[in-house]
């Protein structure tokens, strides 16, 4: 999934860390080997 805005977090299934989106950019989040997914608030 892509960054679409500041603020955003995304999270790891596998290890549960999480990343707060400081830059909107291109590309895909990854973790463990896997993509992160956009946390539901």
């Not at 500041?6 to 707060?20: A, D, P, Y």
């Not at 989040?29 to 992160?36: H, S």
Request: charged share 20%; glycine share 12%.
């Amino acid at each position: 999934m892509s960054t679409e805005e500041i603020g955003q977090v995304f999270v790891c299934q596998v290890c549960g860390n999480e990343v707060t989106i400081t830059r909107v950019g291109e590309g895909t989040l990854t973790c463990c080997g896997k993509p992160m997914l956009l946390k539901e608030e």
